[in-house]
């Protein structure tokens, strides 16, 4: 069972347009909500984190929107420009005993920003 | 670069071959962490290393074997691995939470690995 939703799996944007990207997730132990951003032939690199004690979360363009009641999360990626075209990664982690934490990991967006 | 590296980048091997799968971090951190990435899987996290003891394994398959031998080296040992076992093997590190650290992971650019 998919303990994170992502949506969608693919996505197109022109470039200077907003990109949208979902997460939904169920377990409410979760508190802490990072997006990773992966180019081809690199790792997954951190792109911006948010907490449930607040509701939004901006860094340059790219903006956290988080809605605890609905356990929903989102990246929105404003003015997106061609080198914006990745695959990003939602993840929720917790706790899972005092000293060790885990990472679950959403199934990806692939973004695609046409000049 | 991320501060984490790994080698090799590619590797092919045989279903009968022994082979290594090695990675380093630079940041001074004390957890590290093995991923397999398939296409249309989310991240599979293998095993998870806290001050060099193994704090997690996943249900993997002993033909995958692991070892820290100091925070800053990870191993992957492999042995008679399966076609399916083909995937991007990554890499990662953070401050551990132990150490009341963040918990964000550093990522290496993987090991893209192919099973014949």
């Known amino acids: 069972q998919q303990q994170v939703k992502q949506s969608p799996q693919s996505l197109i944007v022109q470039k200077g347009g907003i990109s949208i990207i979902n997460c939904a997730y169920e377990n409410t132990a979760f508190d802490y909500f990072p997006w990773y951003q992966q180019f081809p032939g690199k790792g997954p690199a951190l792109l911006i984190a948010i907490r449930p004690d607040v509701s939004e979360k901006k860094e340059g363009r790219f903006t956290i929107s988080f809605n605890k009641s609905a356990k929903q999360f989102s990246l929105h990626i404003m003015d997106s420009q061609p080198g914006d075209s990745a695959t990003y990664f939602c993840a929720a982690s917790k706790t899972i005993d005092g000293n060790n934490r885990k990472l679950i990991w959403g199934l990806g967006t692939s973004l695609a920003v046409n000049p | 670069e991320t501060g984490v590296t790994q080698t090799p980048r590619h590797l092919v091997m045989g279903m009968t071959n022994k082979k290594s799968l090695k990675c380093e971090q630079h940041l001074g951190h004390n957890a590290m962490y093995w991923y397999k990435q398939s296409a249309k899987k989310p991240l599979e996290l293998m095993f998870v290393y806290n001050f060099k003891e193994q704090t997690e394994n996943n249900s993997v398959p002993s033909r995958f074997s692991p070892e820290c031998p100091n925070s800053s080296h990870l191993f992957l040992h492999l042995h008679t691995l399966q076609p399916e076992d083909s995937a991007l093997y990554l890499c990662?590190?953070?401050?551990?939470?132990?150490?009341?650290?963040?918990?964000?992971?550093?990522f290496g650019p993987g090991t893209r690995l192919t099973v014949t």
């Open positions: 990662a590190s953070s401050q551990g939470p132990r150490a009341g650290g963040s918990y964000e992971q550093y």
